[in-house]
């Protein structure tokens, strides 16, 4: 972990030649780059609160929702599929459906209709990307956060209605405030699973969309434009956003779980 | 009329019929439990009234209302769980004043209650901790703090001795009892452990079946067992074949040894019964009018109490007496009579319950 870390570092200092330079870092600042940051991490944040919020209202559907048991195996083992199912194959997937002439969008319009695409759908875009994101990210989240519902006890509602709450109360007094440790902590999962999702991207938009991971690929490739050392410190800056996510991440923890068994 | 009623309470998950048509009347202050073994339908039945199951027929009635139909969180009743089911989100304090903070009462208010309360459990340098830094015990108590924080109509305890260590769970047995009877708390007690039940209870109900077999106060369950079941289910049993020599003088005999029953027999001359004495009304020697002679086959401690086992013949019969330390005990193999008074002597039919099958039994606890 720390041999690719330090080459990421001490490549992003230095130029072409080898040399010591900041100028790396200075080109980080130009505004094509500073914005394939904003992009990359609006995707990754909307599709982890997407997929976060939908892949939980499942985990609580098969865990405490009291659907039948056989039904619940089912669901996770397809979320262990369907979490690792990303790059070429999740693209081509997702344009064979939602493309311009995918099933999906030429079955509503012959069929219904409705043409997607003048209604303003475009899979190429900034909300199909995140749209196929959450794809994954679902299930990813239904894994995660299957255990810590699973020891939220029966008898922590039951009580709680005892005393006179409401469902509601229950949730806002207990059931989120215990749930909220494991909520950030898979928040921040599927935040870093996007932020470094390069294949999916790259395939379904070609590029279009500059995330960071596709711009550090275009520097690296050796097409003409290429820069090895920019790649690095465009490398280097993700990094930075990821300790910030997580430095944040342990703070909001701490104050989330001060009555956690330590 | 008594304050919890419950009328001819029915409860089916499916086609498994848990309930069978329960009747209970608890009155007012009042302090009953409910003791069975596993799946008798005692837990159902303490459910039914908490509001978290629903009756599939007959009713629940408080204060003279109809309660079947009303939720949970309207019922204002206190429950404790035999897990304690404390908020691990919430100190002593918070856990203690979640109900009245959800009754809407203010601050100050709910303070001055959760400190009478901390108080009256003596947990008052325990208020900042949170759930996982107490014992279970502590934790049980804090549950008990809150669910009579809310003043509730009445108390509802489901097993709440189970998961913990012997010792504490006398004391806290006890606390339970004396805290009741200060704030004059009608209580429903649920529970599988019959030193328990009769230990802290005013009736005892005992359930089999989803059926209540017999009800009343601890004295008259022991003593005065109305059925078979009862009779093996509590404490110990001795039991012993008996033919019958006299019915009219009540002469039987045991074992070829003849003894009285005290009072006339409805049975005839020859016919088989038997004949249940506990082990705590038989002593040595030969102070009692009915005497059987048998050798020791074993001795047995169970702490402050020390069983004989004697064989009688084919039978084998339990002595019970005090640990006492000056106590010479006969040896293994000795010849010893046993003897007991003739009211220490009930009847069964033969084939009502197997041969000392359930004095054998009752020492183990249903899971």
Not at chain 1, 154 to 180: C, D, M, T
Not at chain 2, 219 to 230: C, D, S
Not at chain 2, 318 to 340: I, R, W, Y
Request: aromatic share 8%; net charge neutral.
């Amino acid at each position: 972990m720390l041999v690719p870390a330090s080459s990421i570092l001490v490549g992003s200092f230095q130029d072409s030649a080898g040399k010591f330079t900041f100028l790396n870092f200075a080109h980080l600042f130009a505004p094509n780059i500073l914005d394939s940051y904003s992009i990359t991490i609006q995707v990754s944040a909307t599709t982890a609160l997407l997929g976060g919020v939908l892949g939980f209202l499942i985990a609580y559907a098969i865990t405490l929702g009291g659907l039948p048991k056989p039904l619940r195996s089912f669901m996770s083992t397809f979320s262990g599929v369907a979490s690792n199912f990303a790059g070429v194959p999740l693209a081509f997937a997702f344009i064979a459906t939602l493309g311009r002439m995918g099933l999906l969008t030429v079955l509503l319009r012959t069929v219904f209709g409705i043409n997607l695409y003048d209604q303003g759908f475009n899979l190429y875009s900034f909300w199909g990307l995140s749209l196929t994101y959450t794809y994954f990210q679902i299930p990813l989240m239904v894994l995660i956060i299957e255990p810590a519902l699973d020891g939220m006890k029966k008898e922590w509602r039951e009580a709680s209605e005892n005393l006179g709450a409401s469902p509601l109360q229950y949730w806002l007094r207990v059931g989120i405030p215990v749930l909220l440790p494991s909520l950030l902590a898979a928040f921040i999962l599927l935040f870093g699973n996007a932020f470094g999702a390069y294949a999916t991207a790259y395939s379904l938009t070609g590029g279009f969309i500059n995330l960071v991971p596709i711009l550090i690929g275009a520097q690296i490739r050796g097409n003409v434009l290429h820069d090895q050392s920019l790649g690095y410190a465009l490398a280097f800056g993700m990094v930075i956003v990821m300790a910030v996510s997580i430095v944040v991440y342990t703070w909001l923890q701490r104050l989330s779980s001060r009555w956690v068994k330590q | 009329m008594a304050f919890l009623e419950l009328h001819e309470v029915v409860k089916s998950f499916g086609r498994n019929t848990v309930v069978r048509g329960l009747s209970l009347n608890v009155d007012k202050g009042e302090f009953v439990s409910l003791l069975g073994g596993s799946g008798c339908g005692k837990t159902t039945t303490l459910r039914m009234i908490a509001g978290f199951e629903t009756p599939t027929d007959g009713s629940i009635l408080v204060g003279g209302k109809d309660v079947s139909r009303v939720p949970p969180n309207r019922r204002n009743l206190g429950m404790v769980f035999q897990n304690y089911a404390l908020f691990p989100n919430m100190s002593v304090r918070r856990n203690i004043g979640f109900g009245l903070r959800i009754a809407g009462k203010h601050g100050a208010e709910v303070e001055r209650r959760v400190d009478e309360m901390l108080e009256l459990i003596h947990m008052e340098e325990f208020a900042q901790r949170y759930p996982h830094q107490l014992s279970g015990g502590q934790q049980q108590r804090v549950a008990l703090a809150r669910a009579i924080a809310i003043q509730p109509q009445a108390l509802l305890l489901d097993e709440p001795l189970s998961a913990l260590d012997a010792k504490i769970r006398v004391r806290l047995r006890d606390d339970i009892r004396a805290i009741q009877q200060k704030l004059g708390i009608t209580t429903i007690y649920v529970t599988h452990d019959q030193e328990e039940a009769l230990s802290i209870s005013d009736r005892v109900a005992v359930m089999r079946e989803g059926l209540i077999e017999q009800i009343g106060a601890p004295f008259e369950i022991y003593n005065r067992p109305a059925t078979p079941y009862v009779a093996a289910f509590i404490g110990t049993q001795n039991l012993l074949g008996a033919t019958v020599i006299d019915p009219a003088a009540g002469i039987v005999s045991v074992e070829g040894q003849s003894l009285e029953a005290g009072h006339p027999l409805d049975a005839k001359v020859g016919e088989e019964l038997r004949l249940r004495v506990r082990p705590e009304a038989l002593s040595l020697g030969r102070s009692g009018p009915n005497r059987l002679g048998g050798r020791v086959a074993s001795q047995k401690l169970l702490g402050s109490i020390v069983r004989l086992v004697v064989r009688v013949g084919d039978t084998e019969v339990f002595m019970d007496g005090f640990n006492d330390p000056l106590l010479k005990l006969p040896a293994v193999g000795e010849a010893v009579t046993l003897s007991f008074s003739p009211e220490a002597c009930t009847f069964a039919e033969p084939g009502a319950e197997p041969i000392a099958a359930a004095a054998l039994e009752d020492e183990e606890e249903t899971p």
